[in-house]
């Protein structure tokens, strides 16, 4: 088991930043891939970046790629997404998911993870 609390999340204008955290509590933090999803008003929850179990071996949606980093620092139960560059486009609800068993072809897939936060607000204003 293992709960998730996302923060960071707020109001920026188009183009500024914003980093996001996610600190998981429960056992054995480095034994789960990680990831962000984001869901926006009427739309489906969308894969946006996952990591691996060390931290090594990223990946992201394209609509993200090169505006957005995921990383993890195992010492401190945490995943963090700075997002840079951002648009209002990336306006949603950001999620964090945790899962020990995720398929690599599936990453990207939200059924893929049984561990979610209870999301943060990402605005961005144009």
């Known amino acids: 088991q293992v709960q998730l609390v996302e923060s960071g999340g707020g109001l920026v204008q188009a183009r500024e930043s914003l980093r996001l955290s996610c600190v998981a509590s429960?056992?054995?933090?480095?034994?789960?891939?990680m990831a962000w999803f984001r869901q926006a008003p009427g739309k489906e929850r969308e894969f946006v970046a996952t990591i691996n179990r060390s931290g090594a071996g990223t990946n992201y949606a394209d609509s993200v790629k090169g505006r957005f980093t995921i990383s993890r620092d195992n010492a401190k139960n945490t995943v963090y997404l700075q997002m840079n560059s951002l648009k209002p486009e990336d306006t949603a609800v950001y999620y964090c998911?945790?899962?020990?068993?995720?398929?690599?072809?599936?990453?990207?897939?939200?059924?893929?993870?049984?561990?979610w936060g209870q999301g943060t607000q990402v605005t961005v204003s144009s």
């Open positions: 429960g056992r054995s933090f480095s034994s789960y891939v």
């Open positions: 998911a945790a899962d020990d068993t995720v398929s690599l072809l599936k990453r990207h897939e939200p059924t893929e993870y049984d561990y």
